[in-house]
């Protein structure tokens, strides 16, 4: 498996003497590893990016440390009026993602020119900490992989092994890896206490290799999952973003019986369904970075909840619709939910909301707020 | 009225045109360049304009040539047609669900218009009422249309 890629690699002095400095520079040659000034152009830059300075983004590493709060509500949560959501809680470490995939909403998402990784982990964890204390037996959700993937650059951080380490002291926490990519290696000698989910984003074969560049194939993706599984983590998947093309019925029912065939429904501990959303302003470059012949820049797209562009409603009902009856059919056990959806496609995809529903009523249960925690 | 006159007059800055920067071809600027030309002799407001070329600029890079013209001679006409193109499993559903509300029971005298909000296509319905009579008939019949549409 080969290292990910970048052309330039910056470490702050403040990053120095952590473990991923120490790594990093074990791992990549010493003429593309500077030490960060602060009147470094590229570092300091902020606000929107070209197309040519978002796919530069990704090719070069900054080594720093984070100022501001770790830990947040997911912002699906935030919408909480227009959208029904599950109590996610993310964790950022980091920041930008070395895949490519054409609908990624970090095109419209960030304003650093550069990826980052930050080194003081131990601050986050501390963060953690006292949240934990404070609401140990709160079933709270806490996932790592929202403004950055969770374990593609994972064999650079070795985050995993630190934060599967911490949510075992706090059993009824857990912790979320939510990941395109294979790579599982670096933890599986690691024990867990069964609160650790590593989840996948998937998506048939013929939308992996049109929309989502870079990422590992699906069946590397299924494979890390049942290593993974055999080492006793929990797993999940995430069908998001359902993407419509010509053959989807095809192609989905494909993607579920695969699942059905390597899995069983006990085993996955979720699977959410979500169809492409992205918002309006990054269209512009979508088109420019992918053009016009891919899945997602064709798509036929309305401004929805959220101010977000959507499919059609009821093409999104009908898409949800089918998967959750192929996987049910399946098999009746397979526990599946909608991600960032109004009630109304709830309704129509369950016949119900979630509330409703006595196995997911945990997940969409309210729980204090970490902004209530941090001002109390 | 050609195109830079159109700007002039509607104050259309460059970022309004930001996905213009994705016609990199020749080919794809000169049809941009014509069909902006044409557009603005039909004389749209901004907003119009401005998405209208946006569909342009995506229909452009999706390979259409010719069938960009149709309609070219009346601006809504044209906007339906390159509507119709960019969007066309919308199109074809916004129809069928457009028949299959037309046909159903309706209140009497009620207006029924078929429209596109967003990702929701639907109805907009008006109904008079000067009585408690009038809002029985009215629940009746749209608990008729309720069974229908179930």
Request: include cysteine; charge should be neutral.
């Amino acid at each position: 498996m080969s290292l990910p890629s970048f052309e330039r690699i910056y470490i702050d002095e403040a990053s120095e003497g952590s473990d991923v400095a120490a790594r990093v520079r074990s791992l990549y040659p010493a003429e593309i590893i500077s030490v960060a000034t602060s009147d470094n152009d590229l570092l300091n830059r902020k606000g929107p990016m070209s197309a040519e300075e978002f796919n530069r983004s990704k090719r070069t590493l900054w080594l720093t440390t984070f100022k501001g709060q770790f830990f947040k509500r997911c912002p699906g949560a935030t919408q909480k009026k227009a959208l029904t959501c599950c109590n996610y809680h993310v964790l950022n470490l980091g920041s930008q993602c070395n895949m490519n995939c054409s609908y990624c909403y970090l095109q419209s998402y960030l304003n650093s020119h550069v990826t980052k990784i930050f080194t003081n982990i131990d601050q986050a964890l501390a963060e953690l900490k006292e949240m934990a204390e404070s609401f140990p037996s709160q079933p709270f959700r806490v996932g790592t992989g929202e403004v950055i993937d969770s374990l593609s650059l994972d064999e650079i951080t070795l985050y995993s092994r630190k934060l599967i380490e911490f949510f075992n002291q706090y059993p009824n926490w857990m912790l979320e890896f939510k990941t395109k990519s294979a790579k599982v290696d670096q933890f599986l000698d690691v024990t867990t206490k069964g609160n650790t989910t590593v989840s996948w984003s998937i998506n048939p074969p013929a939308v992996i290799e049109s929309e989502e560049h870079g990422t590992a194939r699906l069946h590397e993706r299924l494979a890390a999952a049942e290593k993974c599984l055999q080492k006793g983590f929990k797993i999940a998947f995430h069908i998001d973003p359902m993407i419509w093309h010509p053959e989807w019925k095809e192609n989905y029912t494909s993607l579920a019986e695969e699942l059905n065939k390597k899995f069983r429904a006990e085993d996955v501990h979720i699977i959410s369904l979500g169809t492409l959303r992205f918002q309006p302003e990054q269209r512009h470059m979508m088109r420019e970075r992918f053009g016009m012949n891919s899945y997602v820049t064709s798509a036929e797209m309305f401004k929805g909840e959220g101010d977000k562009l959507r499919y059609d409603a009821a093409l999104r009902a009908e898409m949800f619709q089918f998967m959750i009856q192929k996987m049910k059919s399946l098999n009746p056990k397979w526990n599946i939910f909608l991600c960032m959806e109004t009630p109304e496609t709830w309704i129509q995809s369950f016949e119900k909301i979630p509330m409703q529903m006595p196995e997911l009523r945990s997940f969409f249960k309210p729980l204090p707020q970490v902004r209530e925690f941090q001002n109390s | 009225m050609n195109f830079k006159t159109w700007k002039e007059q509607k104050k259309v800055k460059d970022q309004d045109l930001i996905f213009t920067g994705s016609l990199k071809e020749i080919l794809h600027q000169e049809l941009f360049s014509k069909i902006s030309e044409q557009m603005a002799s039909l004389k749209p407001s901004f907003s119009d304009g401005i998405s209208f070329l946006e569909s342009a600029t995506d229909l452009i890079l999706m390979g259409h040539t010719e069938e960009l013209f149709e309609n070219s001679t009346e601006f809504s006409a044209w906007q339906q047609s390159l509507k119709r193109l960019r969007y066309p499993q919308t199109a074809l559903r916004d129809e069928e669900q457009k028949k299959k509300f037309a046909s159903l029971p309706w209140p009497a005298g009620a207006k029924v218009k078929f429209e596109r909000r967003g990702d929701r296509s639907g109805v907009e319905l008006k109904v008079f009422i000067s009585g408690a009579p009038d809002v029985t008939k009215i629940v009746a019949a749209l608990e008729r249309v309720e069974q229908e549409l179930k």
